[in-house]
Structure formats: structure tokens, C-alpha cells
């Protein structure tokens, strides 16, 4: 009931419901493979659940805990199961958690580097380390021109890397002469909406965003990048941003860095490469190929929130020249001014990002990189793709299912050959079972079945029970018919 005096939670009743929380998750993590993956709520049922009013007197803790395990449980679509494969995961780990819990209880705001100096100093340090565990170029280290910041999620990170290019475009003056109307922004037609949004954001607008077709493969054709490019020159308009994906949303597409790159550098414009998934993949020499030609990148980010065991949120956002950024993003007033940042020898990281304050988030990416080490991440990433790769096997081998799109590495897109109709009845029987959780996309403008197999403890016998499921399912389904 807390400190009767002052509202307060005792240290001993923190520590008690503390271990009791501990606790519940150890169990959750245990029993979370029977649970149904997809909650079957209704809408507003939650809702209706909960008392209309807020509690004018403060309740007891086991009551607060009890209801979350009866009220809000069964509205939980269960991300940390082994048996989701929806949209990209979100997946987590034991040391991330734990990270995290720290950085809850040092409840540290880490604006500037005199808020908190190990807050920015470790954040700078991981990220000098993340770009020496993917082998990425040199400039986007902090001892270079560039370097690294934590960003909430992969959006934002396309959203301040166009901030930035439109601000270097326009001489950094584009509030003054409204030259943003003028300005062209590209990406694939493959290209995660965040793109969109953000040039909405940007002042940019969804006129001004070029969609650039794909081939077969559905990665970015860079000749026809080239000459919408080229026509927007003609028609006197200023292209100032390219976004790259590597690891498209609807197929994991890889465009073609090394030629996009090119065109970015002859035409002065800003290119940034979106990794948000499978970025992670290049922890492994034999999949670094993906990231062929980032040297000729701007701006790079990836999530270690979906597929490097850190949980939500935490994108990794690196720029190759820092001044830029900072130069967009930097405003003074008096109220920040203090004698570190004006030595200039330390980093104030909300002059690298939109918001003013930040979590401490670096601390669970540190546990979890100092818990696996480099090995036990690739020897996870190594699995998740063998596995995908088995899978696409099976799904190729049967004569009722077909492929979508190459399946590079952990996501696989695939079909039943008797229709979309068909198909989305598949779908929808297969996430009802509450077995597993797949999502879908359009390719050729065919519905397609996405399994993305990225999750902490997805092993072996997961797969092979999703896919025997799925084949009986279709089995069921055609009798039917
Ligand atoms: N970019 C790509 C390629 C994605 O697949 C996603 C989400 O799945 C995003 C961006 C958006 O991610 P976030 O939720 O971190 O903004």
C-alpha cells in the first residue's frame, strides 16, 4: 500500500514486487510458446474492462498486478513468441530487459553530456563498436567525420536524415527562402512508408517523393532513378534525398547501393540507406555483401529492436559527416548553455535528433552485446537464416505453394498457387489457430504470405510445426473448395 505518510512505495515493498515482476517475466518467457500469438480481443474490450475513473485512493500492488495478468494479458499480441513471424519482430533478450530495468531505475534524461556523462559516453562508445562489428566504413565512426546516435526507430531516423539533406540543399536556410517547395525526395516503390511520412513532416510533401520502380527482384532500378532525376533537374527542381533499402518490408530487397551511391555522389544528393531489419544480418562476414557501395552512403540505420535482441525502442542511426546534422538540428538557448558543451570537446546528443530529451538506451545494447558477444550473435543470426532457407526449401519443394521473391535471408515470401482468395482464407484460418502469427503483403500484385523468422527463441521444431500447419491448413482449405 506504499508509505502511509507519503504516498510513496517503501524500498522493501519495491524490492519484494520488484523480484515478484522478475519473476512473472522468467515465467512469461517460459509458458509464451502456448499462449495464442495473436490476441483475439475485440475491439474495446480492454477498455471495457477498465474502470471509467482513475483511483482517487492508491491501490495495493498485488491488486495492480492481478489485473494486468487478467485484464491486460489477454490483450497482448505475444511479439516475444517463438511461433511469430508477422511484419519484422521486435525480439528481445534477457540482458536487454535487464539494461533497460537499469535504465528505468537511474531514470537518467541524457540531453546533454553534463546530464549525464556516462549516458553519452557509452551511447558514442557501442555505436563506435557497432560500426567495427558490421564492418561499416570508417566515416561513420566517431574518430571520423561522422558517427553514431540512438534513435527511437528507424522513421525518425529517415526523418532527420531528411532533414538534414534538405537542409544542406537549401545552404541550410530553408525556413528563409522556401526553397523546400522546390525540393525532390526518392525511393523505391518497395520503400517503407516512414519515407512518405517523412517528407510529409519535412515540409516536402508527397508530391515532391518520387516512387522509383523495381525490378524483378524488387530492388530499385537505379537507370530509372538516374532519369527521374535528371528530369526533375530539367524541370528546375532541386533532388536532394535518396532513400536505399536494404531489406525491403513486403520481400527483404536489397537495392543496388554501390550504383544508387554513384548517382548520389555525381548529383550532390543526400543518400540514406535503410537497414531497419536486415542490417543486423552483417554481424556475419558472409552476409555483409548486402551492404556493397554504403561507403558512398550519407546516412545509415539499422534496429537492433527487431532482429539483435534489444528491445524496443532502439534504432542506430549513423551520419558520415556530423557537422551537417548538427548543424540542422543545433539551437541554444540560454538555459542549456554550460561550460562542457562550450570546450567543444564533449557530444550533446539533442543536437543530433529531433527531441531535446533521450532515454539512456545504449545501456541494454551494451548488456546484450557484453551477454552474446559477436559470436553468440552471429551464431543466432546464422540460425534464424538457415532456418528461413530450409523453409524456402520446403515451401518450393510442394506443388501447392511457390515462392514470391528470393529469399535472402530471413524472410520468406510464398504463396498458394489456388489464388489470393484462397490465399488470404489461408492466412486468416492460420492465425486464428493461435498457433502462429504471419502477416501478408501485395508482390506483383499477388497476395503473399510473409514469414519472417527472427524471433529470440525460434528453433527447428517451431518451423516444422509452422509448416506442417500450414500445409494442413491448405489441406483443410482445398477440401472445402
Ligand atoms: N524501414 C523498414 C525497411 C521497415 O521494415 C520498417 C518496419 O518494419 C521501418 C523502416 C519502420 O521501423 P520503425 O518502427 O523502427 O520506425
Not at 523480484?19 to 512473472?24: C, L, N
Not at 500469438?37 to 474490450?45: H, Y
Request: net charge negative.
Amino acid at each position: 500500500m506504499g508509505d502511509q505518510t507519503n504516498y510513496h512505495m517503501t524500498s522493501d515493498e519495491f524490492r519484494r514486487y520488484g523480484r515478484a515482476v522478475i519473476d512473472w517475466i522468467a515465467d512469461y518467457y517460459q509458458s509464451v510458446e502456448q499462449l495464442p500469438v495473436l490476441s483475439t480481443v475485440k475491439p474495446g474490450e480492454i477498455r471495457a474492462a477498465l474502470p471509467p475513473h482513475p483511483p482517487a485512493q492508491g491501490e495495493p500492488f498485488e491488486k495492480i498486478l492481478s489485473d494486468f495478468q487478467q485484464i491486460i494479458l489477454p490483450g497482448i499480441t505475444h511479439w516475444q513468441s517463438p511461433n511469430f513471424y508477422a511484419f519484422f519482430p521486435a525480439n528481445t533478450s534477457g540482458p536487454s530487459i535487464l539494461g533497460d530495468l537499469l535504465s528505468s531505475g537511474l531514470g537518467v534524461q541524457g540531453m546533454l553530456w553534463l546530464t549525464s556523462p556516462a549516458c553519452t559516453e557509452l551511447e558514442t562508445h557501442v555505436l563506435d563498436w557497432l560500426a567495427e562489428m558490421l564492418d561499416l566504413p570508417e566515416k561513420f565512426h566517431s574518430r571520423s567525420s561522422g558517427g553514431g546516435v540512438i534513435q527511437d526507430t528507424a522513421s525518425t531516423a529517415a526523418l532527420t536524415a531528411m532533414l538534414a539533406a534538405r537542409e544542406r540543399a537549401t545552404a541550410y536556410a530553408s525556413n528563409e527562402t522556401g526553397l523546400q517547395e522546390r525540393l525532390v525526395a526518392y525511393a523505391s516503390s518497395q520503400a517503407h512508408s516512414s519515407i512518405e511520412k517523412a517528407v510529409k513532416i519535412a515540409g516536402i510533401g508527397s508530391q515532391n517523393l518520387r516512387l522509383i520502380p523495381v525490378d524483378g527482384r524488387f530492388a530499385m532500378r537505379a537507370e530509372a532513378l538516374a532519369r527521374q532525376i535528371e528530369e526533375d533537374r530539367r524541370a528546375g527542381l532541386t533532388p536532394c534525398f535518396v532513400g536505399a533499402t536494404v531489406g525491403t518490408t513486403s520481400s527483404n530487397a536489397l537495392d543496388p547501393l554501390e550504383e544508387i551511391g554513384r548517382i548520389c555522389e555525381r548529383e550532390g544528393v543526400w543518400l540514406h540507406v535503410d537497414a531497419a531489419m536486415a542490417g543486423t544480418a552483417a554481424l556475419c562476414p558472409e552476409f555483409r555483401y548486402i551492404q556493397t557501395g554504403l561507403e558512398r552512403a550519407d546516412s545509415y540505420a539499422f534496429n537492433p529492436h527487431k532482429w539483435m535482441f534489444t528491445n524496443f525502442d532502439c534504432d542506430c542511426f549513423f551520419v558520415a559527416d556530423r557537422a551537417a546534422l548538427i548543424r540542422t538540428f543545433s539551437i541554444l538557448p540560454e538555459y542549456l548553455r554550460n561550460q562542457a558543451s562550450e570546450t567543444g570537446a564533449v557530444i550533446d546528443y539533442r543536437d543530433w535528433h529531433i527531441q531535446l530529451g533521450r532515454r539512456f538506451r545504449s545501456l541494454k545494447l551494451w548488456f546484450v552485446i557484453r551477454h552474446y558477444g559477436i559470436e553468440g550473435l552471429r551464431y543466432h543470426i546464422r540460425s534464424h537464416v538457415a532456418l528461413a532457407q530450409e523453409f524456402a526449401g520446403w515451401v518450393d519443394q510442394s506443388p501447392r505453394f511457390e515462392l514470391a521473391a528470393p529469399a535472402p535471408l530471413n524472410l520468406v515470401c510464398f504463396r498458394h498457387r489456388a489464388g489470393d482468395d484462397f490465399n488470404q482464407r489461408l492466412l486468416d484460418r492460420l492465425n486464428q489457430s493461435g498457433q502462429l502469427y504471419l502477416t501478408h503483403t501485395r508482390l506483383d500484385d499477388r497476395m503473399t504470405l510473409r514469414m519472417c523468422i527472427a524471433q529470440t527463441h525460434t528453433e527447428r521444431r517451431h518451423v516444422e510445426q509452422a509448416w506442417n500447419l500450414i500445409q494442413q491448413s491448405a489441406h483443410e482449405l482445398e477440401m472445402q473448395a
